[in-house]
């Protein structure tokens, strides 16, 4: 192997740049030639590439977003974007390439390792939706910075002995919710994976004003409704008018925790010591704290599955 290549796909997400750090240095210590492309599969269709050296990602570690700029590209779906996309990397040398991004840009990973490029993805996502490892790239961030506005909207909620529902992002994951709610002591929390009806979120908000409680926090993940839907339902059936705040981008903003910088940095040195072992259609993750990778098919195929403990806590913890 002698030139790679590296880009970040989908969402962006805090700790992407300590990724690509770690891929370009690590490159650069085993003495292969590396490139950036910018704008995910979409910059690389158009042979957006950069070269790239160890100072070319000097002062980036500690940054959110990605300095290769991410997109989502439409024709890199199909058949001839792709045979574009595998032409640029033949046509400029690249024989390996890592995709930092979430599901998606790993589908478009396994197609570009069908047809003889190699590849290994880097789970970039904030939402934590990948069933084959504990921790994507930028959960941990997302969830402390939710988990600081939950602290903020707090004082509020208790001084003015309001109800408060706030909305974080996801998707069809409930993670962020689920450990922003632990940590916060969220007083209910909705998930796309365990969905507390309106009758129990009523009656919690009774025995919470009956034991003296000066707030409520309800924390609802994107996947499992819409804030102002549910504050509608909890007026109506609760008579509680209770105060709504979407958390929104500032989610997937702000510099990376340590966690997710020591991840990215394992990560990429990981995916580029596969490259030079000849590996290709792997994806690399974080289990019992030990760096692992596998098959990315396998990997897309997986079922992630729900923390019913953690969720049990969180009902425990809220009584
Ligand atoms: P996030 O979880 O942050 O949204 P993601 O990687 O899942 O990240 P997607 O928009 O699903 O984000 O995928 C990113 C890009 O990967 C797409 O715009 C597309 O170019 C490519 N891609 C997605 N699915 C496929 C597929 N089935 N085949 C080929 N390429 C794909």
Redesign the pocket.
């Known amino acids: 192997m002698k030139k790679i290549a590296v880009l970040t796909?989908?969402?962006d997400?805090p700790g992407m740049n300590a990724a690509i750090r770690a891929v370009v240095r690590a490159a650069v210590y085993y003495n292969i030639e590396i490139v950036g492309i910018t704008r995910?599969?979409a910059g690389l269709i158009k042979g957006e590439l950069i070269e790239m050296e160890a100072s070319t990602v000097g002062d980036i570690v500690h940054k959110g977003g990605t300095m290769l700029k991410t997109a989502?590209?439409?024709e890199?779906?199909t058949e001839e974007g792709r045979k574009k996309a595998y032409e640029i990397l033949r046509e400029n040398g690249v024989e390996g390439l890592v995709v930092i991004?979430?599901?998606?840009?790993f589908?478009?990973a396994q197609?570009l390792s069908e047809m003889g490029i190699n590849t290994i993805g880097i789970p970039g996502?904030i939402?934590n939706?990948l069933a084959y490892t504990e921790y994507t790239i930028g959960f941990d961030t997302a969830v402390n910075t939710v988990l600081d506005a939950v602290t903020k909207i707090r004082d509020t909620s208790s001084s003015h002995e309001k109800a408060t529902i706030i909305e974080v992002m996801g998707r069809n994951c409930g993670d962020i919710a689920l450990h922003a709610g632990l940590a916060g002591g969220a007083e209910s929390i909705i998930l796309p994976e365990a969905q507390l009806g309106i009758e129990d979120i009523a009656k919690k908000l009774k025995q919470g004003k009956e034991r003296g409680k000066l707030h409520h926090i309800i924390m609802l993940a994107e996947g499992s409704g819409i804030a102002s839907q549910l504050q509608e339902e909890i007026l109506e059936k609760a008579g509680v008018n209770a105060r709504v705040t979407v958390l929104g981008f500032i989610q997937r903003g702000g510099d990376p925790t340590s966690f997710d910088r020591i991840i990215a940095s394992k990560m990429g040195v990981n995916a580029v010591e596969l490259l030079l072992k000849n590996e290709s259609n792997k994806v690399v993750g974080i289990k019992d704290n030990k760096i692992f990778n596998m098959d990315i098919t396998e990997a897309l195929n997986m079922k992630k599955p729900f923390d019913n403990h953690m969720y049990k806590l969180t009902e425990i913890l809220s009584v």
């Open positions: 796909s989908g969402g997400a995910g599969f989502r590209s439409e890199f779906k991004g979430g599901d998606g840009s589908a478009g197609k996502t939402d939706d």
